[in-house]
């Protein structure tokens, strides 16, 4: 079997780009959570994450959700084109669970995009923008 140097290339930016991720600290908001049973969803749980200023334009947001069984759910959220100098987009997954109508976050990572010329522009990276 012949494999290509695109193939090659390919596969180990996948590789390398999987773990470029960075883990933020859960006590806080769940602290702020626990008692609430007013969200009833994944995706209203990590809009309340990402807090985002009403006194601002909301940039482009997609929420992906899997659920992974026993009310455990993993949830990706992609702002993409933010209104900054630097970073043009950040991704923020959280894994949680719910249990009697509360929900415990797990884990929360972080990865971003920079605009170009500001630091990694073409892959996830766990690496502020400059």
Known sequence: ??????????????????????DYEIQSFNQKICER????????????????????????????????????????????NIRDDSVKAEKIIIIAQMLNSRWKVYKIIKSWKCWKGRGNSLFWHGDYCT
């Open 1 to 22: 079997m012949k494999i290509n140097i695109i193939s090659v290339i390919f596969i180990a930016s996948f590789i390398s780009c999987m773990h470029n991720f960075k």
């Open 37 to 80: 049973t007013d969200i009833t969803t994944p995706e209203e749980l990590i809009l309340m994450y990402l807090n985002y200023p009403q006194n601002e334009v909301i940039p482009e947001i997609s929420i992906k959700v899997k659920n992974l069984g026993e009310n455990n759910y993993k949830i990706i959220l992609v702002s993409d």
